[in-house]
Structure formats: structure tokens, C-alpha cells
């Protein structure tokens, strides 16, 4: 069974950074796109940023500039780093990847969260 696992979330003040990050495990036979979506309370979950196999990158408008996104296709493993976080950052952070697997073939998978508080 494949699994995502985020870590890195925590609690930062405004201006500081976070770097979150995101590994596949499991039985992966390649990984198509990457994607991080955020859900604050009371909101819907909406996408952040997006990454293809290639390392083409789409970020949503309120964090261009702020954040970057990549990848390690060797690790299985994709990144978020977010700079001047602002208190409207705060949310649980959500990775999600398009992959194929030796068992079950190509499906998307859901990591479990991770919580980003931006507040003094």
C-alpha cells in the first residue's frame, strides 16, 4: 500500500519560514504530478502549488513569490518552502500525488496533513 507522509509544520511567527515536506512509500513505479493544497477552518481545500515529473512548477497567486515548491524524484520525496508566512497561511498542508504502483496501477493518494500556525 503507498503511503504519503508530510512533516515539518509547526508554529512560526509572521515573516519566518517553514519548510514542509512530503515522501511516497510504498510500491511506486513512477510518480506523476505533486501537488500541495492547504485548508484553513472553515474553508475549502484549495491547491498551493503543483509539480510535474519534469519540475514544471504552478503556484497559486497568494503565495507566488513566497513559496517554492520541488522535488527529489530518487527519494520519492517533494518540498514546500515558505518564506514571509503571513497569519492567512495558516492551515493543515496536504500533499497529493498522481502515481502508478507494481500493484494496483495508476491512482491518486492523500497524505494525512500537517499543521503550518503563523501567529506571534
Known amino acids: 500500500q503507498v503511503q504519503l507522509v508530510e512533516s515539518g509544520g509547526g508554529l512560526v511567527q509572521p515573516g519566518g519560514s517553514l519548510r514542509l515536506s512530503c515522501t511516497a512509500s510504498?510500491?511506486?513505479?513512477?510518480?506523476?504530478?505533486m501537488r500541495w493544497y492547504r485548508q484553513a477552518p472553515g474553508k475549502q481545500r484549495d491547491v498551493v502549488a503543483v509539480?510535474?515529473?519534469?519540475?514544471?512548477?504552478n503556484y497559486a497567486d497568494s503565495v507566488k513569490g513566497r513559496f517554492t515548491i520541488s522535488r527529489d524524484n530518487a527519494k520519492n520525496t517533494m518540498y514546500l518552502q515558505m518564506n514571509s508566512l503571513k497569519p492567512e497561511d495558516t492551515a493543515v498542508y496536504y500533499c497529493?500525488?498522481?502515481?502508478?504502483?507494481?500493484?494496483?496501477?495508476?491512482?491518486?493518494?492523500w497524505g494525512q496533513g500537517t499543521q503550518v500556525t503563523v501567529s506571534s
Open positions: 509539480i510535474t515529473s519534469g519540475g514544471s512548477t
Open positions: 497529493y500525488a498522481d502515481l502508478v504502483t507494481t500493484t494496483r496501477g495508476r491512482y491518486n493518494v
Open positions: 510504498g510500491a511506486i513505479f513512477t510518480i506523476y504530478e
